[in-house]
């Protein structure tokens, strides 16, 4: 996929710090949006997508991701998160290490396969995918080196379901991470294109 356009760049960025604000949202309150999640964890197993679009369906499901990018780029800064900004450069920095890694490639590809086979008799939304979904962060992902620490309210993230839950917003959050570099994206870019970032951010939002 090689459409190295600003919007697509903002897109999946925007899916990114989706992943990241809903991470923060679990961990901090014990919630995460159906729907936030749904257009966001489907994107594991959409592994031959012509389009970004493709990868993210309904895209204005990503809305709150488009408002969170908008908030952590803008130049005011009001809105911005601290600890978002945190698990953003995390998965973005464990998504560079992903591909520069062919054995955890090869191994995240078979395991994501297996969950497109057990997708033939549970839903997206089961515990059981999540759990696998999560195993494949926890046994591929995180050993790659530069572990995110996730901070929040002890009695969320001490649930076993809510940790799986954010382990897999990490996935998915590292798979935007990885589709944003193969349209382009950069991290110089989030320092010298933020206002590109933020103007397309604002206009696509107005799409919906």
């Known amino acids: 996929m090689a459409n190295y356009s600003i919007d697509n760049q903002a897109l999946a960025f925007a899916a990114i710090a989706q992943c990241a604000k809903m991470a923060n949202d679990v961990a901090r309150r014990g919630v995460v949006d159906s729907d936030q999640w749904q257009v966001c964890v489907a994107s594991l197993v959409c592994t031959d997508p012509e389009t970004v679009m493709d990868i993210y369906e309904p895209v204005s499901d990503l809305a709150a991701g488009l408002d969170t990018l908008i908030k952590q780029l803008s130049d005011s800064g009001e809105g911005r998160s601290i600890e978002v900004t945190k698990y953003i450069a995390g998965i973005i920095s464990l998504s560079r290490k992903l591909l520069r890694n062919d ?78 570099q193969q349209v382009g994206g950069k991290r110089r870019h989030l320092f010298f294109s933020r206002k590109a970032y933020v103007k397309s951010a604002k206009q696509q939002l107005t799409q919906f």
């Open 103 to 180: 054995n955890a490639l090869a191994m995240m590809s078979q395991r994501i396969d297996q969950v497109k086979r057990q997708l033939h008799h549970f839903t997206i939304n089961d515990e059981a995918v999540i759990s696998n979904f999560a195993s494949i962060y926890s046994d591929i992902v995180s050993p790659l080196g530069g572990k995110i620490h996730v901070a929040g309210t002890p009695t969320h993230l001490q649930q076993p379901l809510n940790q799986k839950k954010i382990r897999t917003l990490l996935l998915a959050g590292v798979r935007a991470a990885i589709l944003w």
